[in-house]
Nanobody
Framework: QVQLVESGGGLVQAGESLRLSCAASGRTISNLSIGWFRRAPGKEREFVAATYRSGGFTLYADFLKGRFTISRDDAKNTVSLQMNSLNPEDTAVYYC?????????????????WGQGTQVTASS
């Protein structure tokens, strides 16, 4: 059984950075495509970024404008999301999701395993 656990959330000032981590158990993370999603207060959960299990391909939401970077550390069995220049609009619960699919894309329905989420709050 695959379990995903997020960590690294917290409270920061606008313009600061945070690094989220997604740790996998029950499966080697190099055999999973991993996505990050977020749910802001009063809004639907939305796609943020993904790293595919094949070829190291990465995919980002258009609204990020290069501020976030997703990366893998197979030795630690983790995937990280480096978030720079945070602003209050980035305040949300961030979720890590995984799938065996090679090309899952941005759709939440393509991801089978979900973490519990970690809160990120950026204050102005």
């Amino acid at each position: 059984q695959v379990q995903l656990v997020e960590s690294g959330g917290g409270l920061v000032q606008a313009g600061e950075s945070l690094r989220l981590s997604c740790a996998a158990s029950g499966r080697t993370i190099s055999n999973l495509s991993i996505g990050w999603f977020r749910r802001a207060p009063g809004k639907e959960r939305e796609f943020v970024a993904a790293t595919y299990r094949s070829g190291g391909f990465t995919l980002y939401a258009d609204f990020l404008k290069g501020r976030f970077t997703i990366s893998r550390d197979d030795a630690k069995n983790t995937v990280s999301l480096q978030m720079n220049s945070l602003n209050p609009e980035d305040t949300a619960v961030y979720y890590c999701a995984g799938t065996d699919r090679h090309l899952p894309g941005k759709a939440q329905s393509a991801y089978d395993y979900w973490g519990q989420g970690t809160q990120v709050t950026a204050s102005s």
